[in-house]
């Protein structure tokens, strides 16, 4: 029987076990869920194969033929009418090249290979920016999470408090108007713990439908690192951003989407030289090889070997050359603007960031040494009012002050931790590799 009732046991909390959910998992998750990446990763197929197409204008063009054909003449202009039937047989290869083009070949295959760079370093850019939406939603969630704790040992401590008030009154030692107002202060701490926890269950269920998992699910997470002592992580990331101009130039350097844009200029570019080559003269040659004959038992027996080249020279096409300039140089203008946008929303981007950072270090560092003066704060006013040298209200406040001092500082970790990635993110160092 007891061997029964403790395999129902290790049933029961195999079912109802909590899965572990780390940030690296849920990225990865988030990484191969997203519909967005799995578009653009059929689009690079598609340009792919533009970059073999471009490669094969260099290559001739080879095609076999055979043909078949009847021709039945009828003749009524002399006394007699004379019908012939003839039928004609013919087999062949025929190659045509490209010789010149006014270099429009050339031009198109590096457009097309920098549109293929430009399309991967876009695919890179949008993991980078899921990347880092991931990170920041789980970070609230994690710090919703401990707002959760800080609720509960507040209300411990006002139960606590509770119980040693009316056991002091009971003494006449407190006036029964502090019994009252230690009751509602632990009413007011159920009532803050209830919808903090409301908060962290909504965001912990947003979060996972973000990533396609089951709502209902019993996920933990849980992130080791977030336990370890912060002050380590501040002074490493403030060595490490402590100059705004260097940022900016890694960031130029190295951030996905600069360099997509960058190509897509070159491109652009690219894209005129194209245009520009309908001016110009086109060379072209071609050979064939045939066999035809009216016999089909004869038809190897004659043969055909012809070359030729041809020279095309546009003198007039109702200004489509033109028109088709014209439409590739605005097109490489806007590239060129959304070039100079993007590098100016980067260096803006990176200084508001800095800013913030700097900051927040700043508030980690004060709110820390908040906790430790809120927490002795409130050690000195609990002994004060144990021996009936301050009032209740006073401890009350010193013990909100405390917790408030708790929340900010956690939020301060958090929005610090979110910063840091964000960081990051803004100079190209939050790569996808690191987490597939």
Request: aromatic fraction near 8%; glycine fraction near 4%.
């Amino acid at each position: 029987m007891y061997k029964y009732g403790l395999l129902i046991i290790l049933l029961f909390q195999s079912l109802f076990a909590q899965k572990v959910l780390t940030s690296r998992e849920a990225v990865r998750i988030a990484l191969n869920k997203n519909t967005e990446l799995q578009k653009m990763k059929e689009s690079i197929k598609v340009t792919e194969a533009g970059v073999k197409s471009a490669y094969g204008a260099f290559m001739p063009n080879v095609s076999a033929s055979a043909m078949w054909n009847w021709d039945r003449n009828s003749n009524s202009f002399g006394p007699n009418d004379v019908t012939t039937t003839t039928h004609t047989y013919s087999t062949g290869v025929r190659a045509d090249v490209t010789l010149f083009d006014g270099l429009a070949n050339v031009a198109n295959y590096k457009n097309s290979q920098q549109q293929l760079e430009a399309a991967q370093l876009s695919l890179e850019q949008r993991k980078q920016d899921i990347i880092f939406q991931t990170l920041s939603a789980y970070y609230d969630v994690v710090n919703a999470g401990k707002q959760v704790t800080v609720k509960e040992e507040d209300l411990k401590w006002n139960q606590k408090n509770y119980e040693i008030i009316l056991e002091s009154n009971k003494l006449g030692k407190v006036t029964l108007a502090d019994v009252y107002a230690s009751q509602v202060k632990v009413g007011n701490a159920e009532l803050a713990l209830i919808t903090q926890q409301n908060t962290f269950e909504n965001l912990k269920s947003e979060f996972l439908f973000a990533l396609g998992l089951d709502v209902l699910e019993n996920y933990q997470l849980n992130e080791p690192a977030l336990e370890e002592d912060i002050t380590s992580q501040v002074a490493a990331s403030t060595k490490e951003y402590d100059n705004l101009s260097k940022s900016i130039e890694n960031a130029l350097s190295v951030r996905s989407d600069f360099q997509s844009q960058k190509l897509s200029l070159s491109s652009a570019k690219l894209a005129v030289d194209v245009s520009k080559a309908g001016y110009l003269p086109q060379l072209n040659a071609n050979v064939g090889y045939s066999f035809g004959a009216t016999d089909f038992s004869n038809v190897f027996k004659n043969r055909d070997l012809t070359a030729g080249l041809t020279l095309s020279i546009p003198l007039f096409s109702g200004w489509k050359t033109d028109a088709a300039v014209e439409q590739a140089t605005v097109s490489s203008k806007l590239e060129e603007i959304k070039l100079n946008d993007l590098t100016r929303s980067i260096k803006k981007s990176l200084q508001k960031s800095y800013l913030d950072f700097q900051a927040v270090i700043k508030r980690v560092e004060v709110g820390t040494k908040n906790v430790t003066a809120a927490q002795e704060n409130r050690r000195i006013e609990e002994e004060k009012y144990t021996l009936g040298s301050t009032t209740l209200l006073n401890v009350l406040i010193a013990n909100s002050e405390y917790t408030n001092a708790v929340t900010n500082l956690l939020n301060s970790q958090f929005e610090f931790r979110k910063l840091r990635d964000q960081l990051q993110y803004l100079v190209g160092k939050l790569e996808s590799k690191s987490f597939e």
